[in-house]
């Protein structure tokens, strides 16, 4: 393949996670801490080693839940020598800290860099703090580029726009409820195998059809569930992560395209930006759809997590549906293992980074009960609308 | 019980057109093209030569969803949200809610007219099943 693309000269060499607390009594910071000093662990560096660190979205909004710890902060506490670092909303989405830290290292800018996500979206909801997404939509008027066009509607959640991709795949594709319900179903499985997922009880398909409307079609249970984690990676130099603790996880590709305008009723409403991240990342790949092991897909929404399938190529346009039917496809013992931690609809909302962490943990064979068969590709996943990254992942 | 938008240079006709009972959306006067949001160029063409440009009014429901989840004590019955495609031009749509009828009687495909509510300085277009 092209020697152009440079995201193969770097490689993921450790993980770390904090506890996935609903709510953690942990701060924000010690649970930056503790995933960060766990990954860094991981890889069999330690802090001095990293001269770089990216996240998404960073402090973007003012120590919001949503993100209420960035790069600055981290390379100040950790005491780090930086050459490299960078944070920000304004990028293919949630995996845009792992796309941004892979180029620095590519560029020549950085060896070792850390790149994480901190969310306290939990224990923001039970403290009952101002800082929760409604409230901070609630200002005197919204000149915000996308919300402005959302919010005088009374659409305050990004749950009615998914809604309404919902209902429209259905209408054309045929999608029925049921099939639609095998995402939260199957998460939910994997879920009770993951002792840090936040919810394990088991569900039905009656539980599914009991849970509450939010906006139809979608149910409580095709919403993702708020947490309290951090999650880390420590992405190295290939040439220098052959002798680390782990075989290095190689990037394969990396996917970042949007070809769309940025709004969520401008985009194509059947496919988002999916395709358009997807098809960049193909292209940069030898490899192809039916050479993945296993995929960690977005689910903040269940809708989301089809169309990822779709926009992939692991399933035909429109065909999600019926790819997911009954479930077995997407099990842990099936052709495609999806979301094997519990994703982020019983796993918790670590909001992209969980799908990493949990991509790197099945490569490694670290998976405990949850553990697939011997994969050694894997891809992730994350945005919706018109945000979309993804990224190819391969054990050398 | 709406929060309002910011209105700036670009998009105050289209907030405020119903004043005068118009649908304002932007028009290249270059390529005809119409294009939302509006902004000072035309993303199809580049051309600089845009205007504020009325409409029909008529549209569809391209998609719907009824919103049952209670997001603020003042809304709190279920509500319609809808994105509406003008006939003007294919692809010509924007978010929207549809007003004005059961919210179970909205379909898609439906043809929908707009309707104007005035809060404050802004004429909020919203829709309504077409006679």
Known sequence: MDSRFLEKNVAITGIGQSEVGRPSSRSAMQLTVDAALEAIADAGLNPKDIDGVCSWPGDNSNGSSFSPVGPLSVMTMLGLTCNWFSGGYEAAGPLAGVMNGVMAIASGMANHVLVFRTITESSNRTSGSKDQGLAAKSGPRDGNFMWQWCTPFNVLSVVNITAMYAALHMETYGTTPEQLAQIALTTRRNAQLNPKAVIRKPMTMDDYFASKMISTPLRMFDCDVHCDASTAIVLSRRDMAKDLRHPPIRIEAIGAAMNQPYLWDQVDLTANAMPDAANAMWARTDLKPADVDTAQLYDGFSILTMMWLEGLGLCPKGGSGAFVEGGHRIALDGLLPLNTNGGQLSGGRTHGMGYVHEACTQLWGRGGERQIRDPHVAVCAAGGGPLAGSLLLVKD | ?131
């Open chain 2, 1 to 131: 019980m709406r929060k309002l938008p910011l209105l700036s240079a670009e998009t105050r006709q289209f907030w405020t057109g119903g004043e005068f009972g118009e649908l304002r959306m932007h028009r290249c006067e270059d390529c005809s093209r119409f294009f939302h949001p509006p902004a000072p160029i035309c993303r199809y063409c580049s051309s600089l030569n845009v205007t504020p440009t009325p409409v029909s009014g008529r549209g569809r429901v391209v998609t719907f969803t009824i919103n049952h989840q209670a997001w603020t004590p003042e809304v709190s019955d279920p509500y319609v949200v809808a994105i509406v495609e003008l006939e003007e031009q294919a692809g010509l749509r924007f978010l929207s809610n549809v007003v004005n009828c059961p919210p179970d009687a909205v379909e898609i495909g439906m043809p929908v007219t707009v309707v104007f509510e005035n809060v404050e300085d802004v004429w909020v277009p919203l829709f309504e099943r077409a006679a």
